[in-house]
């Protein structure tokens, strides 16, 4: 939902995320403290609603809903209660009767509704649904039954249609008589059963002739998404071809909703954290806010490709435990070993997979970008194995010990570098969302491979039998 | 820049990333290859820029450079390389002689044009500056004078302000009469000195009536930026208020810019892009399209916590190397003690990074947060190192050793995952990224500590004379 800027004109808006909203914070919790709820409510009516969701959101969690509860109208709580973050919104939730409810939900735009009843428990869901009018229940049991990661969850149906036989003069006024629907930048024209045809903006509308007929001003050739395209894709198209709004259509051509812009930042930050929860190798619902035994079983089997990982290290180790038991200091450099290379690889893995997700990097590179990394790799390694090596030789007296983990860190760095370019890339090759190699994978390989590195070449490079510590 | 739906009539949209563009791409080369310059001109005609540019990035990039060059006007030209990637841009500005680029530049929306002197050479940007006519090349020298990280740096200079006698019939005449002025959905109030007063939308024009005077239609109360506001805060400000755009004043109030909600949406894909780079442990400006040194300089420092916290690590192990002498077994389980942690911290860090990010997490949460953290990293603690220690007890047979490698790992997940949250939150508490906190910080101390408190378990628990391997 847009905010029309000029529907604002009696309030005032901070604009600000400093001092001044940090002292209209201060005013209406003192306010509140003292239960002084006239000059309360006469300051909430002056607040911009973004800015008393930004109040809301940083005084104590005990104040929320009470102050929330002395805003008078329904329209103006709604309009609040879409604009605070998801903590302060599970506590206003919480903490707000079902009775209280009731009126705020009946005010939201529709996809803000469906969001918000997402978020419940089904069975107050069920209960506050039963409680609506008869026309927003069935509209929003028509919109939950989209899948929330669809164009059909997350579009609103406030929408301005016109059929093509309206006039420009026509349609102008169309749009005076309707002021109170939400923002329009753009008018549908559709056919007697609302298939979509072509779409105007207001804009264009302006420079049309006033006898001109919209058929004959519109854009025939219109993007359009279908109920069940994914949010994803959604954004994309928004994001290519700088759109304000998007229509949706359903299979055979009818208009049935809209995705504006500020929803498809919505989308873009969500799938942006779903990637790098991915790449952390956790699920991409996981949120702090969850139970903890949510979180604890959402992360658990993520852990496990560590875990094995980490076994099959472990196993490798023990199969040299001849070499480990001769020369001890081995094991000392074993985190360093296995923190250089990790390190490489995550830096590696993460300008590739956000450079995958952004596009400035694309599947043709593949070669280009594997020598590059193949160079950093080895310039890192030859810096830090020479300096590692050199640490070794005077820690522990070993020009061969110092060779070892010089030579250790010079090739596990490169092949870090390496495999956290390739897997990401062979992972979005074959269709699968690149951000998902990185965590379980990349790491665990690197960990695995470069023990095994470490261990065969100390085995290669030391005189063993005379090498003892 | 947006671009107005209606403007495109004449030209077929593709409106899809999948086959329709693969079709596309296929024609348009092999149109190229077999030199049919007049049918591949007519195609380039009919196709809608964002796709062309959507083309660019999917052919071989020997042809990028000839297929754009057959494009025949500059306009459409300067629209389809503000939408090619980085890299298909890139190539084109490599291959592009100045005499063929200097026309392309003139076309360019001054937002744009700043954007891609900022990417050349400084030679070539002064030579090409000086082609420029006189007047787009004061502007742009005065835009360039803006940091690019600045609401100044961003903004384009093309809006649309009229003062505040004007009527609401002379303004929407005004609009028709600048068709072709960038899209406006806005238009600025301005006094004779073109200091900001108000703002309308073209659909409050719409609404009000002929005669009446903008001064008292337009919303007074308007959010404004200054040209050195962050480009940061610009992109809050747009995304808190759901703005189309936001107007940019300097220190007299003098409306100078405006940025629209199109460039809000690149930022805010950068900065993501920067904080991910920050957790990985690497700076916010590296690309992959960087040269090798570049990337290796970059990386280089970032890198020195982890060696320096390797070196620790190390320097702990070799205080410990009568335990690991004795029991070197614990020497295999290492990686594992050592990943199990590592992963559980990046997991733990980068919720809490990304929640501090988008809001859904504020530092009000920090105890209730930690403790949940700490529960969670109890649960997968028991149940990691519950099955670690068994492996150690059947593979070693030392049921000693099974306790002493299960407690580490609980210990050590629940440290790592409270590190991870508390970290980033006190970073955010004393203003800085906390972002920077997850790569070099939260792994580096946990391997630290991890490591530490290994060895000091083993030493207590087992009875190391006579626990020998």
């Known amino acids: 939902m847009f905010i029309d800027v000029s529907k604002t004109s009696p309030t005032q808006i901070i604009g600000d995320t400093g001092a001044k909203l940090r002292k209209l914070t201060e ?3 003192r306010l509140h403290v003292r239960g002084a709820t006239r000059p309360l409510e006469k300051i909430i009516h002056k607040v911009y609603p973004a800015d008393l969701a930004s109040v809301l959101a940083s005084i104590p969690e005990v104040h929320v809903a009470p102050i929330f509860h002395t805003i008078p109208e329904a329209e103006l709580a709604a309009d609040v209660l ?24 009946e005010k939201l735009p529709p996809d803000e509704r469906v969001l918000l009843i997402r978020e419940m428990e089904p069975e107050r869901a069920e209960r506050l649904l039963s409680e609506l009018e008869k026309a927003s229940q069935k509209e929003l049991e028509k919109l939950l039954s989209y899948h929330p990661d669809t164009a059909g969850g997350i579009m609103t149906t406030e929408f301005f249609d016109l059929t093509g036989d309206t006039t420009a003069d026509q349609a102008i006024r ?5 002021a109170e629907v939400e923002m329009v930048y753009y008018l549908y024209v559709t056919d007697a059963e609302h298939k979509l045809e072509g779409v105007i903006s207001i804009r264009q509308l302006l420079l049309a002739k006033p006898q001109a007929l919209l058929r004959d001003v519109m854009n025939a050739r219109i993007i359009t998404v279908s109920t069940d395209t994914s949010r994803e ?6 994001d290519k071809y700088r759109l304000l709004a998007i229509p949706v259509v359903d299979e055979s051509q009818h208009l049935v909703g809209m995705i504006t812009v500020d929803d498809v930042i919505d989308v873009l930050e969500t799938e942006t954290t779903q990637d790098m929860l991915r790449m952390a190798g956790t699920d991409k619902a996981e949120i702090l806010t969850h139970s903890t035994f949510r979180i604890a079983w959402i992360r658990l089997p993520w852990l496990l490709a560590a875990f094995i990982g980490g076994l099959a290290a472990t196993w490798i180790v023990r199969n040299f435990e001849g070499v480990l038991t001769q020369v001890i200091a081995l094991g000392a450099f074993l985190p360093v070993v296995m923190g250089m290379a990790g390190n490489v690889g995550v830096q590696t893995a993460t300008v590739t997979v956000r450079g995958l997700a952004t596009g400035s990097l694309d599947l043709r590179d593949v070669w280009g970008v594997l020598y590059k990394e193949l160079r950093v790799g080895l310039i890192l ?25 010089g030579f250790t860190i010079l090739g596990n760095m490169t092949g870090a570098a390496l495999l956290a370019v390739a897997l990401p890339m062979l992972f ?3 269709g699968a969302d690149p951000a998902i190699a990185t965590g379980p994978f990349v790491t665990t390989a690197i960990d695995v491979f470069g023990v095994l590195n470490y261990f065969m ?10 090498a003892g510590s």
């Open 27 to 29: 005013t209406i919790e």
């Open 82 to 105: 879409i604009q605070v973050n998801d903590r302060v919104q599970r506590i206003i939730l919480a903490e707000t009767p079902d009775a209280q409810l009731t009126p705020i939900l």
């Open 174 to 178: 169309a749009v005076r008589e309707h």
């Open 233 to 238: 894709s959604v954004a994309a198209l928004v």
């Open 381 to 405: 390694g030859v810096f830090y194995g020479f300096t590692l090596g050199l640490f070794g030789w005077f820690m522990f007296g070993s020009l061969d010990l110092g060779g070892v983990v």
């Open 428 to 430: 979005q090759r074959i």
């Open 457 to 466: 070449l100390a085995t290669l490079l030391l005189d063993l039998p005379g």
